[in-house]
Nanobody, 124 residues
């Protein structure tokens, strides 16, 4: 079970920090990622954290503005979002997958477990 929190309504240029907690399951040995989906659009890869080695990956639209991190001790994944834009408005989902490798980290099909999503709205 993955549970996201931290979404909300903010103005352009603001920051938000999303959290994803795993209950009843350890994230050790799992790759974790954030995806987002806006109305009428396909689910989009935002950021990923590798299963081992602590490597991070980002979608082109958020590179340089968003940062993914993980606290294995607290079984939690974070997404720090800075310089938010209206086009960042979407439902953000956390995902975890044991078999995710570098070549599949951007594919939502590679993940086994998903959260229910948290809404992020960027509007003046």
């Amino acid at each position: 079970q993955l549970v996201e929190s931290g979404g909300g309504l903010v103005q352009p240029g603001a920051s938000l920090r999303l959290s994803c907690g795993a209950s009843g399951r350890t994230l050790n040995g799992y790759a974790t990622a954030w995806f987002r989906q806006a109305p009428g659009k396909e689910r989009e890869f935002v950021a990923g954290y590798s299963r081992t080695g602590g490597f991070t990956y980002y979608g082109d639209s958020v590179k340089g503005r968003f940062s993914i991190s993980r606290d294995n001790g607290k079984n939690t994944v974070f997404l720090q979002m800075n310089s938010l834009k209206p086009e960042d408005t979407a439902v953000y989902y956390c995902a975890a997958g044991r078999g995710v490798i570098t070549s599949s980290i951007r594919s939502h099909h590679a993940y086994d477990f998903w959260g229910q999503g948290t809404q992020v709205t960027v509007s003046a």
